[in-house]
């Protein structure tokens, strides 16, 4: 998984997967069939271990858009400490790179995008009643798919920046102006 995510998948070969993994070419091709087979098991083992965690905060009953915030801001904690440039978000790097000419990868990143999106919108509309409103929820829709949207560039941006500081302040301005939005 590591491999993958810091090199992506037309850049990483079976020779690195073997020297990666510690395990002979014949063991992959045997337990996964391939490297395409391989690197999605290595895309769920990512959503177990890495999503699936960090978004657990938004997606927790009663979360609002002050997790949404949290959220954001402890993945950029996150990035900081092991080092900006980093190595992005996997889904957002394999979304640019595999799953354009990949069907069951595009599947996966679409799992995944509807998950965030799903998380980001129950928490908005945690926020709207929190509140005493009830937002529509096609506008509520629209303005979590606009976070997916932002957060997949968030993450890709990452990898060309070695400061948090244009993370932190394009992440403000994005909630703040959901902050806005989600208050109409």
């Known amino acids: 998984m590591l491999r993958f995510w810091q090199h992506g998948f037309g850049a990483t070969s079976m020779?690195?997967?073997?020297r990666s993994t510690g395990v002979s070419r014949h063991s992959i091709y045997s337990q996964f069939g391939g490297k395409g087979e391989l690197f999605a098991a290595c895309l769920d083992a990512y959503v177990l271990a890495v999503v699936t965690p960090a978004f657990a905060q938004v997606e927790a009953p009663g979360a609002t858009l002050d997790a949404i915030t949290a959220y954001f801001e402890e993945?950029?904690?996150?990035?900081?400490?092991?080092?900006?440039?980093?190595?992005?978000?996997?889904?957002?790097?394999t979304m640019t790179e595999v799953a354009p000419c990949n069907g069951a990868v595009a599947a996966i990143v679409a799992r995944h995008n509807g998950r965030l999106q799903s998380g980001f919108c129950?928490?908005?509309?945690?926020?709207?009643?929190?509140?005493?409103?009830?937002?529509?929820?096609r506008s509520t829709d629209d303005l979590a798919l606009a976070l997916v949207v932002f957060a997949n560039g968030l993450w890709s941006f990452s990898r060309t920046v070695s400061d948090a500081r244009p993370l932190r302040s394009a992440t403000h301005e994005m909630l703040l102006l959901t902050r806005e939005r989600n208050s109409r």
């Open 15 to 18: 020779d690195d997967l073997v």
């Open 75 to 93: 993945q950029i904690a996150c990035g900081e400490a092991a080092g900006l440039p980093g190595f992005g978000c996997l889904m957002a790097n």
């Open 122 to 137: 129950a928490a908005l509309k945690n926020t709207s009643r929190g509140a005493g409103r009830m937002s529509a929820s």
